[in-house]
């Protein structure tokens, strides 16, 4: 048994400077000679790049690995992030598509589907993830430093997409660290290893073929703080001396040499995201389940996961509304969305099971005609939010007496796994100074109706949720 499984990704940018061409090569070569198959997710201004230049060893070499995508231009101003800041949850994922589409087809064409999506820097953003899903993406391979989730190191999905923003066990950054920081290196991943035990997700480093040759990196040198000179003005990041370049690569190798020889093993996205299907799209659940659902409900709308079975919030609603007119649905095939823009207050109260009962008809109607979870529900002759319509339709369900229930304010529970303002990477050093996209993280937040684990593949336990399907 392996004492540890390990993914390595390697971001593939840097179309400015020659050398990290060269860089990239030598990668390539350690990895061939070892066997070894690393995650490159690759900007299609890369790839671009080799096309002018006639670098048709470099795609040929780079298919054998892992190709993920990285957009189209990444530091270009405006980048992703500072394009869709302003823009509303569906205009954003119109941005995004018109701006990556022709990218993506570029990276497709030449390597086949990728593997995942990885943003650049910190342009993270949700609105991306149902037009990659659309293209047909599984995986979005973020890291701790630049998602707004903070699933902690597991695996989650979101929005429909398996989404891994694992912390990176790497010095930063790595590859310009070496030869010196070898030591450190092994050492950070190894101790994780010591703590890793199987079923969990594998260890996570994170480093830029680049940063073998150059002192700094090529966008910062360029693009930093919202600077956009003209292309007769880029230039390519400072280099290396050569013998510093020879010897970080052969500490490169030593280093994959040495994680071997302790036993751990390269894994890859296929295996990743197998071994994390989703089993909730076409599930139907029967009465005890559905009561235990609502039980946990009347506490607090959140995903609810047993064995292998996973169901976010929103998902949840779609059982409850339609336990609500004695329906059992299977849940559907399609990735049910949170609301578009944030709901309005709601002030506590009562609401009679009539009108309670009108409000799940008219969320379930919603449901099922736009795939998402609605702004407001309709309620009398107000309209309110859907956490607490759900929460009330949750109570109404477990005491089919009652005619009057609480109406009070209630959070979505799984906000909690995006991260506070202060801990987003909104420094990064290719944004304008101040540059504070609030607006993404509000629509982060609005799609944790979306949010929820990503059990490994085993039977489901249904007995916790009180029966059998």
Known sequence: MSPGEWCLRLDTEDFLTPESDQALADLLR???????????????????????????????????????????THSLHPTIAEEMAPLGWRQGQRAFAAREEAGFDLVRRHFGPPVCYTQPGGNWTAAALPVLRSWGVTLEYSEGWNSYLDFGARPCHYLGVLHWSAPVLAPKPFLSQLPQCLPRAVEQVLEGARCWKPGDPPLNVVAHPTELCTTAFWDAVNFRRGAMPPPALWRPAPLRPPLEIHEAVAAFARYLDLLREQGLRLVSLEELTARH??????????????????RATAADVDYRCSGGLA?????????????????????????LEGPPEPPPPTVAGSVSRQALWQAAAALRQHLAATGCVPTAVPL????????PVVRALAEALLNEGGQEFSLRPTLLAAERHVKAEADLHWDWPVFPEGFAPRGLRQQALLQCWTLKPAPLEAPVQWERWGGQP
């Open 30 to 72: 350690v990895l061939e000679e070892r066997g070894s198959r690393a995650v490159f997710p690759l900007t299609a201004s890369k790839l671009r790049s080799w096309l002018r230049r006639g670098r048709s060893d470099l795609v040929a070499a780079l298919a054998r690995q892992q190709v993920g995508y990285h957009s189209d």
């Open 277 to 294: 299907a989703d089993r909730a799209p076409g599930t139907r659940l029967g009465p005890a389940a559905v009561q235990a659902l609502a």
């Open 311 to 335: 169901l976010s919030a929103a998902e949840i609603a779609w059982v409850l509304v339609h336990a609500a007119v004695r329906r059992q649905e299977p849940i559907p095939q399609r990735v």
């Open 380 to 387: 009398g002759r107000a309209a309110a939010a859907p956490a």
